[in-house]
């Protein structure tokens, strides 16, 4: 008997996807790891499976089925490129690898073009949900040609989580199109986990609530439009006591974020196609920020040792709990308004036909940012696929508008009481920036002109000026520069 998939790599989340693939009706699962005690450790801990296990690569692929299909759970690089190439000198026109760890999406796109020319189908696939998502039913956002999406589809479907009789995963597009995808999920995710810790952090410091406290606040909320993973296991983690002092977990783990590094990419890529990611960027700063120490040490002994007028407690409405729900909401429209942008911008830039309120259906369950509120993103590309920005869906503009003013002044009260809030903030500044009548990038453009001749357009006529500022003043009507 052949399998009809197998999995290269069986490191957590290999063995658990293998794991997955093979409690589903129909499939058998052909398995391979380099080092072959973690193969040999996977199918004895795990016989209900039915593994087909192979000591080296060419017993691998002489177990697979044709058109055969390989899914690689590698570490992400060179791993990913070396195992790629074994397979690839073994495998025949029109078999299917695919890629399902964390690629960047230029290196899916280069690997998919090389292996197209040899005749291979290469399908780099996005997959979140971390360990237990991978064994028990992922979000997953492949990409690829049409052709290894029909062959590949099924068994993507049996595995996936299930939102609302749906599986999540969808044909995102050609080539990088699903590692692109998982990139800015990732990047939302990082917004979304900042936006939730200035929550946390100004109901504490400034709104005097005690971790117990807190841990009810986001039960409470996530019974309701903030309800969301995120938010759930935020609970959990302020419910968690360290056995050793007794005290809440979050005030003894060192307050220093790490990264793997998708928010970097997501931001890096935002800033080479000019979309404001701000919400992004500052969720990637603030996790930079908490990891300098030796400035944190410096400037904390500076303001102390100073004379400065401290931040007074400002006065904290009764309504605070709920006013910083509400600002947390506003800044996460912002925060996923400007993902979704980011997503259309990528798809123009590479050519993939990206179906956003799918995309909004595919990480309803299963992944990192799944949450209630993604239901009104797929309602909304449902309603108007070419939506401008997600801030003018009818849904969204009432949401915010209805939480404006509180937003407005849980921004205040943060820089008021000195409580870092640059999630909050950049949001709300985003927000003003779109809705202004008349933004100062026109004193900006006047400088511009002023030091660099750059020109600038009118108001009132078509075309490009300059203004001869070392000499009469006087302006002049140019061709448009190319500055
Ligand atoms: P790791 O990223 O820790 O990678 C370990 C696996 O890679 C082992 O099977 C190892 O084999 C293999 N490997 C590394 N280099 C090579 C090589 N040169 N040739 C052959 N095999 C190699 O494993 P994870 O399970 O954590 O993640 C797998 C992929 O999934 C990664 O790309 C990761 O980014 C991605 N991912 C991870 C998530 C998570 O929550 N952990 C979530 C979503 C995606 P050996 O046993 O021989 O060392």
Same mark, same amino acid.
């Given at each position: 008997?052949?399998?009809?998939?197998?999995?290269?790599?069986?490191?957590?989340?290999?063995?658990?996807?293998?794991?997955?693939?093979?409690?589903?009706?129909?499939?058998?699962?052909?398995? +391979?790891?380099?080092? +072959?005690?973690?193969?040999?450790?996977?199918?004895?801990?795990?016989?209900?499976?039915?593994?087909?296990?192979?000591?080296?690569?060419?017993?691998?692929?002489?177990?697979?089925?044709?058109?055969?299909?390989?899914?690689?759970?590698?570490?992400?690089?060179?791993?990913?490129?070396?195992?790629?190439?074994?397979?690839?000198?073994?495998?025949?026109?029109?078999?299917?690898?695919?890629?399902?760890?964390?690629?960047?999406?230029?290196?899916?796109?280069?690997?998919?073009?090389?292996?197209?020319?040899?005749?291979?189908?290469?399908?780099?696939?996005?997959?979140?949900?971390?360990?237990?998502?991978?064994?028990?039913?992922?979000?997953?956002?492949?990409?690829?040609?049409?052709?290894?999406?029909?062959?590949?589809?099924?068994?993507?479907?049996?595995?996936?989580?299930?939102?609302?009789?749906?599986?999540?995963?969808?044909?995102?597009?050609?080539?990088?199109?699903?590692?692109?995808?998982?990139?800015?999920?990732?990047?939302?995710?990082?917004?979304?986990?900042?936006?939730?810790?200035?929550?946390?952090?100004?109901?504490?410091?400034?709104?005097?609530?005690?971790?117990?406290?807190?841990?009810?606040?986001?039960?409470?909320?996530?019974?309701? =439009?903030?309800?969301? +993973?995120?938010?759930?296991?935020?609970?959990?983690?302020?419910?968690?006591?360290?056995?050793?002092?007794?005290?809440?977990?979050?005030?003894?783990?060192?307050?220093?974020?790490?990264?793997?590094?998708?928010?970097?990419?997501?931001?890096?890529?935002?800033?080479?196609?000019?979309?404001?990611?701000?919400?992004?960027?500052?969720?990637?700063?603030?996790?930079?920020?908490?990891?300098?120490?030796?400035?944190?040490?410096?400037?904390?002994?500076?303001?102390?040792?100073?004379?400065?007028?401290?931040?007074?407690?400002?006065?904290?409405?009764?309504?605070?709990?709920?006013?910083?729900?509400?600002?947390?909401?506003?800044?996460?429209?912002?925060?996923?308004?400007?993902?979704?942008?980011?997503?259309?911008?990528?798809?123009?830039?590479?050519?993939?036909?990206? =179906?956003?309120?799918?995309?909004?259906?595919?990480?309803?369950?299963?992944?990192?940012?799944?949450?209630?509120?993604?239901?009104?993103?797929?309602?909304?590309?449902?309603?108007?696929?070419?939506?401008?920005?997600?801030?003018?869906?009818?849904?969204?503009?009432?949401?915010?508008?209805?939480?404006?003013?509180?937003?407005?002044?849980?921004?205040?009260?943060?820089?008021?009481?000195?409580?870092?809030?640059?999630?909050?903030?950049?949001?709300?500044?985003?927000?003003?920036?779109?809705?202004?009548?008349?933004?100062?990038?026109?004193?900006?453009?006047?400088?511009?002109?002023?030091?660099?001749?750059?020109?600038?357009?009118?108001?009132?006529?078509?075309?490009?000026?300059?203004?001869?500022?070392?000499?009469?003043?006087?302006?002049?009507?140019?061709?448009?520069?190319?500055?």
């Amino acid at each position: 008997d052949r399998a009809n998939i197998g999995v290269v790599g069986l490191a957590v989340m290999g063995s658990n996807l293998a794991r997955n693939l093979a409690s589903r009706e129909g499939n058998t699962v052909a398995v +391979y790891n380099r080092t +072959y005690a973690r193969t040999e450790e996977l199918v004895t801990e795990h016989p209900e499976a039915g593994f087909i296990a192979s000591e080296t690569i060419d017993d691998f692929v002489a177990t697979l089925a044709t058109p055969r299909t390989a899914i690689i759970m590698v570490q992400a690089g060179k791993g990913t490129d070396a195992v790629i190439e074994q397979l690839a000198e073994r495998f025949e026109p029109g078999d299917i690898i695919v890629d399902g760890g964390n690629a960047n999406f230029n290196d899916t796109i280069r690997r998919e073009r090389e292996l197209r020319e040899r005749g291979l189908n290469f399908v780099g696939t996005g997959i979140s949900g971390g360990e237990e998502g991978a064994l028990n039913g992922p979000s997953i956002m492949p990409g690829g040609s049409p052709e290894a999406w029909t062959t590949l589809g099924p068994i993507l479907k049996s595995i996936a989580a299930v939102a609302e009789g749906e599986p999540c995963v969808t044909h995102v597009g050609t080539d990088g199109a699903g590692h692109f995808v998982k990139m800015v999920h990732n990047g939302i995710e990082y917004a979304d986990m900042q936006l939730i810790a200035e929550a946390y952090d100004l109901l504490r410091r400034v709104g005097g609530l005690s971790v117990e406290q807190l841990v009810d606040v986001f039960k409470d909320w996530n019974t309701g =439009d903030l309800e969301s +993973y995120l938010i759930e296991i935020s609970a959990e983690v302020l419910a968690q006591k360290d056995a050793e002092t007794g005290q809440p977990l979050v005030d003894v783990i060192l307050d220093e974020a790490g990264s793997k590094g998708t928010g970097v990419w997501t931001v890096q890529n935002a800033l080479g196609l000019g979309i404001p990611v701000s919400g992004i960027g500052e969720a990637v700063f603030a996790r930079a920020v908490s990891s300098k120490t030796a400035q944190r040490a410096a400037m904390r002994a500076s303001v102390q040792g100073s004379t400065r007028a401290h931040p007074a407690t400002p006065q904290v409405p009764d309504t605070f709990v709920d006013d910083v729900r509400a600002a947390l909401y506003a800044s996460k429209v912002v925060a996923y308004a400007q993902g979704f942008d980011l997503i259309v911008a990528g798809a123009k830039e590479y050519g993939w036909d990206i =179906d956003l309120g799918a995309l909004a259906k595919i990480w309803r369950a299963g992944c990192i940012i799944r949450a209630r509120f993604l239901n009104r993103i797929v309602d909304a590309y449902a309603a108007e696929p070419d939506l401008e920005t997600l801030l003018v869906d009818p849904y969204f503009a009432d949401a915010v508008a209805s939480g404006e003013e509180t937003w407005r002044r849980v921004v205040g009260i943060a820089a008021a009481a000195g409580v870092p809030a640059p999630g909050f903030s950049s949001a709300l500044s985003y927000f003003d920036s779109l809705a202004a009548d008349r933004l100062p990038a026109a004193l900006i453009q006047g400088q511009r002109d002023f030091f660099g001749a750059h020109t600038y357009k009118r108001v009132d006529k078509d075309g490009a000026f300059h203004t001869l500022w070392s000499g009469d003043r006087s302006e002049i009507s140019t061709t448009p520069s190319t500055h």
